[in-house]
């Protein structure tokens, strides 16, 4: 190393603590940013150059810098998305809150060609504004550049790969493994575009049952993990709980339903539209197993569960599956434990004693 790299190199050691303190203030900056925005990322990271990385820079190309100001990447921050195009959701705000050296940065997602796959990434050489962070007894901060590098997740696996292979670019590869490397970068992208439109597809799904459900059009609307929490929403089981809750002065204590929607596959529902059909035709019946089960009993609180729970009982009675249907019951709801026969055999008794009997075998 020649004599103006050794002092680049010193002026680094001495300069360090600035770059820890702009470390600090980009990652800080970023996680804001991002969170404010809404959108989740994979990770945001930042790291600064080693001494010895520093120097074997230097012996490659200290020529080319006047001083440390000239070098971009002593640090470099690095935000991953989970999907590719997410990286211009916070390239838009990372050209909003730093400022960029639009000569230097470089969207090497545009430089490949069109039958060329390879490293894709958006790289911004930054400095911190003064709008951002001002310390009148350390403008260094203000000064010196770092980069920030954008990518997807699946963008940063091909990136780590190929760095740990030791090699700088495409045209260091040994022949023999440039097609393989391409091959793998091809496969990524694809992929990358693929977990995209699954997310595309979803949310456009989502939206659907959410219209039809706003709409009840059940009957339309499959029953799965997401319609049933969307249905859920609209406090189907409200009006019956809270006729039992009026009846004996009880307050209603909220409490999850999801576990059901493996009650109700398991049962034999279809869409939303069975479900509607339950309440309809059992919940009468399921107002009176309720009401037969808080008689006489010195309680101020139910469970938002206890319509649904009786709406099933009813359910299974009215379709003729007896004391082993309730005890199937009582071990999906609660797990398989002793007490689960005894509990279904009083609900079974009880139901048979106010006449939901005529089916029960």
């Not at 001083?67 to 959701?89: K, M, P």
């Not at 440039?178 to 989502?206: C, H, P, Q, T």
């Amino acid at each position: 190393m020649d004599l103006h790299s050794e002092m680049i190199l010193d002026e680094y050691r001495e300069k360090k603590k600035f770059f820890e303190i702009i470390s600090k203030i980009v990652v800080e900056k970023l996680n804001a940013f991002i969170q404010q925005s809404g959108l989740l990322v994979n990770s945001i990271s930042a790291r600064i150059k080693t001494s010895q990385s520093l120097a074997g820079k230097l012996e490659r190309k200290g020529s080319k810098y006047r001083s440390l100001l000239d070098i971009t990447d002593i640090l470099g921050a690095r935000v991953v998305t989970y999907f590719n195009d997410e990286v211009d959701v916070v390239a838009d705000l990372v050209t909003k809150n730093f400022e960029i050296d639009w000569e230097n940065s470089v969207d090497k997602r545009k430089l490949l060609d069109p039958d060329r796959f390879g490293y894709l990434s958006l790289h911004y050489i930054c400095k911190i504004p003064e709008s951002m962070y001002k310390d009148p007894e350390r403008p260094e901060i203000n000064q010196y550049r770092f980069e920030i590098q954008l990518r997807s997740a699946l963008q940063d696996v091909w990136a780590t790969i190929f760095h740990d292979t030791g090699y700088k670019s495409d045209f260091d590869v040994p022949r023999d493994y440039v097609r393989s490397m391409n091959r793998l970068a091809g496969l990524l992208e694809v992929a990358d575009n693929e977990f995209k439109n699954i997310r595309d597809g979803l949310k456009s799904y989502r939206e659907k049952i959410h219209k039809a459900i706003f709409e009840k059009r059940y009957s339309e609307v499959q029953l799965d993990a997401d319609s049933f929490k969307c249905y859920l929403e609209t406090k189907p089981f409200d009006v019956l709980n809270q006729r039992i809750a009026k009846t004996y002065h009880l307050e209603i204590q909220e409490a999850s339903s999801t576990s059901y929607l493996f009650i109700f596959t398991k049962m034999g529902f279809k869409t939303i539209a069975d479900i509607e059909q339950l309440i309809q035709s059992c919940s009468e019946d399921a107002f009176a197993l309720a009401a037969s089960q808080f008689a006489g009993k010195d309680l101020d609180i139910m469970s938002s569960t206890v319509a649904l729970r009786n709406l099933c009982y009813v359910h299974i009675l009215h379709q003729g599956k007896g004391l082993e249907g309730l005890i199937w019951l009582q071990d999906i709801v609660y797990g398989q434990r002793p007490s689960n026969k005894d509990t279904a055999l009083r609900i079974f008794n009880k139901a048979k004693s106010i006449g939901i009997g005529k089916t029960i075998s």
